[in-house]
């Protein structure tokens, strides 16, 4: 058994020598509950921990939003891997050696031969890039204006920074000379046709160029910043199948270690502003790529972190773009921080003029909240020195007190609000608590933090705190199941009595997958047998069945009776049909034909009894 070319060997040791509990600890903080480890979901957002792992069975499930799985698929979540991908990765993490194929033939890294040749194009040009800023005349102003904007040479080498000379088509000369097929080269953003068709021409020319590296570290893309004068000042690579500005973020390779250990993540509106802060200390900077943060954006950095500070330009511009950051960020179940630059200073003009160390402070230290950022946001706003000015301010800052969860968190803003305005904190308090009871009766159905297990991103949410009942034959499948997977016998006994005869549809092919596994010679190890049903929805619906309570008492007996229940369940459905033709019968006046529905019902009962 083996995925593809992955030998089942190199699997099974990528599991061995990954603790669940360990990788999951990486990106939740775990605490211990009897024999399970509990944490808050990293797939959805929640308040109360629904997320479980399972040392015993070395596996994971989430009761809110159902994921789950065994390390390997934990991973794949996290990262957004495909099945191979995350066992390369685990397998380099822990000294195992790639060298499988991939399904199709030749190496893992080669499954998509153009992903790969133009990945080599890229990572070429950022060579060729990087060694005429460094080692040619045509290099020499670019090295000086980066040199003036505080760039040192290991930084520079750090981020691979290069220049592409004000030439026509030196790039494009020296990918044909090695081997490059120029339309491949036009497909993914490195050459440009010329319009008469007579050939290419480079894409990137008099420009400062900073690499784009995907997740993994590889090149993917090109951005540039012209030198002096002339429009676009930037300019990215046109999107491909490597490259998506929605979906990438710059430095996220070189971040992902300090983003992880701290479970923060420092958002910046570009790459320069990147790199300064990275001299001045702080690696688990990111960027956006020339364009608005996205949910995708969000979604990536969720995987990642648990905090993100946004640390955009102290301008109007800036302040406008970090307040339309908030929902998506808060969407995606992530705290957000506001760094507060003074006006007019983005976050390289503060490195240079105030110091690495008061950066560092200010980005760090001394962020703001959300609600104090949109108070200070708001106040600028109004003119404070008239009457008009500071009442419109107050009403402002009342809706977005109001907004705040914790009636402690609300006190806090509502006294700086009264010493400030020298206004009574009973007048305002009364004032926020009439505006949330206008809110709820508008929104009954609201969040509320008391009662519900999540903060509403984009789940359903729960009507009641009652158990779903479920049908006695759907139970008595799933506990069936759950022996199972860990006892061979018992699967088995089950295989020669009902095959894989089970009513609900997704118990049945988890049978048939269970019944294939212990017919390879494979013992029970539940980690393992999920990696054989390659299907993300039965591995969720696996795991909450082995989630399901196993000091229940089980013997013959009560395995007999979960059979019975099993195998009647297509019989007594023909008998409600039957009872619904009877009825339908009785009311068209049709007793010859009721009378004989009645009486294969009866045949029916008398041979279930039996």
């Known amino acids: 058994m083996s995925y593809g070319k992955i030998p089942q060997e190199v699997i099974d040791a990528v599991r061995a020598r990954h603790d669940i509990v360990e990788t999951v600890g990486k990106y939740v903080h775990l605490t211990k509950h009897g024999k399970y480890m509990k944490g808050l979901c990293p797939f959805h957002s929640e308040n ?8 015993e069975l070395q596996i994971f ?13 934990f991973v794949e979540e996290m990262e957004g891997y495909s099945f191979p ?4 990765v685990l397998a380099e993490d822990s000294g195992i050696p790639v060298t499988w194929s991939s399904p199709e033939g030749g190496s893992a890294a080669s499954k998509d031969p153009e992903r790969t040749k133009a990945i080599e194009a890229h990572e070429l040009t950022v060579k060729f890039y990087h060694y005429v800023l460094n080692n040619t005349k045509q290099g020499l102003e670019a090295k000086q204006y980066l040199k003036e904007r505080g760039m040192s040479d290991r930084l520079i080498g750090q981020f691979q920074i290069g220049y592409a000379p004000d030439e026509w088509d030196i790039l ?16 993914y953003g490195l050459v440009a046709a010329k319009q008469d068709g007579s050939g290419y021409v480079d894409r990137f020319r008099s420009r400062i160029i900073f690499p784009i590296h995907d997740r993994d570290g590889s090149a993917i893309a090109l951005a540039g910043r012209i030198i002096g004068e002339g429009q676009p000042k930037y300019l990215n690579s046109s999107e491909t199948k490597l490259f998506t500005k929605s979906r990438t973020l710059y430095n996220l390779h070189q971040a992902r270690p300090a983003i992880r250990k701290r479970k923060q993540a420092v958002l910046f509106e570009g790459y320069m502003d990147v790199i300064k802060a990275w001299h001045a200390g702080l690696s688990n900077g990111i960027a956006t790529m020339g364009t608005a943060l996205t949910e995708e954006h969000c979604a990536i950095l969720k995987r990642q972190a648990q905090e993100v500070i946004v640390c955009y330009d ?5 302040q406008a773009a970090a307040l339309k950051s908030i929902p998506l960020l808060e969407a995606a179940g992530l705290k957000v921080m506001i760094a507060m630059l003074p006006r007019g200073k983005d976050p390289d003009d503060y490195i240079s003029e105030y110091g690495a160390e008061a950066f560092l402070r200010t980005t760090l230290d001394d962020s703001v909240s959300v609600t104090k950022f949109k108070l200070l946001y708001s106040k600028k706003n109004h003119i ?12 402002e800052a009342i809706e977005t007190i109001a907004d705040v969860e914790t009636s402690t968190e609300r006190e806090i803003y509502l006294k700086e609000l009264s010493k400030e305005f020298d206004i009574s904190l009973d007048a305002l308090k009364q004032d926020c608590h009439q505006l949330r009871l206008e809110r709820q009766k508008n929104n009954p159905q609201r969040d509320n933090n008391d009662n519900s297990w999540n ?12 158990p779903v009942l479920m049908p006695a034959y759907t139970y008595a499948e799933r506990r069936l199941l759950h022996v199972m997977i860990r006892d061979r016998d018992v699967a088995q006994t089950v295989h020669e009595r009902i095959n894989d005869a089970f009513n609900v549809a997704d118990h049945a092919a988890i049978a048939a997958y269970l019944y294939a596994y212990y017919a390879q010679g494979y013992e029970a190890d539940a980690a393992r047998f999920m990696e054989t049903l390659h299907d993300a929805r039965l591995e969720q619906v696996t795991a909450s069945i082995l989630m399901m309570d196993g000091d229940m008492p089980f013997d013959e007996d009560i395995m007999e009776e979960f059979v019975e229940q099993i195998i009647k369940v297509p019989q007594l459905r023909i008998i409600e049909q039957k009872k619904e033709e009877m009825i339908r019968a009785e009311r068209a006046g049709d007793a010859i034909t009721a009378a004989k529905m009645l009486s294969e019902i009866i045949t029916l009962e008398q041979q279930l009894k039996g």
């Open 455 to 466: 903060n509403g991103r984009n789940e359903n949410r729960r009507t009641s705190d009652r």
């Open 48 to 55: 109360t921990p629904s997320f479980t792992v399972t040392p």
């Open 85 to 88: 991908e995350a066992v390369r």
């Open 61 to 73: 499930h989430c009761y809110g939003c159902g994921k789950g799985g065994n390390v390997i698929r």
């Open 172 to 187: 494009t000369r020296f990918l044909s000379k090695r081997g490059f097929d120029m339309e491949l080269m036009e497909k």
């Open 314 to 318: 102290g301008d109007d511009a800036g």
């Open 384 to 395: 404070m020195l008239n009457e008009e000015g500071r009442k419109n301010y107050l009403m």
